[in-house]
Nanobody
Framework: QVQLVESGGGLVQAGGSLRLSCAAS????????MGWFRQAPEKEREFVAG????????YYADSVKGRFTISRDNAKNTMSLQMNSLKPEDTAVYYC????????????????????WGQGIQVTVSS
């Protein structure tokens, strides 16, 4: 059974930082694209960041570029999202996602591009 488990969420003041982690089990994602999405109340799930199997060439939504950093450790089958300079509009449930494809493409900007999902973790940024 494939599982993706997020950790590291919580409540932080605007301008603060959080680091999300995603631990995978049941399948290795070392050869797969992985990504982070988020969903705020009454909004659609949106792409935040994605990363190739190699860990190079990360991709970011414009809204988080320069503030968030995605990384992965293939040896540990984990992925992280370092979030700095957080804003109240970053408040959402954040989801870890795993794909079965090796290289990032346009499809990975959308939730339909991923086959595996974590249960989500709440991030709340207070003003």
């Amino acid at each position: 059974q494939v599982q993706l488990v997020e950790s590291g969420g919580g409540l932080v003041q605007a301008g603060g930082s959080l680091r999300l982690s995603c631990a995978a089990s049941g399948r290795t994602f070392s050869s797969s694209v992985m990504g982070w999405f988020r969903q705020a109340p009454e909004k659609e799930r949106e792409f935040v960041a994605g990363i190739n199997w190699s860990g190079y060439s990360p991709y970011y939504a414009d809204s988080v570029k320069g503030r968030f950093t995605i990384s992965r450790d293939n040896a540990k089958n984990t992925m992280s999202l370092q979030m700095n300079s957080l804003k109240p509009e970053d408040t959402a449930v954040y989801y870890c996602a795993g794909s079965i494809t090796r290289y990032f493409s346009r499809s990975h900007y959308f939730a339909s591009g991923y086959e595996y999902w974590g249960q989500g973790i709440q991030v709340t940024v207070s003003s």
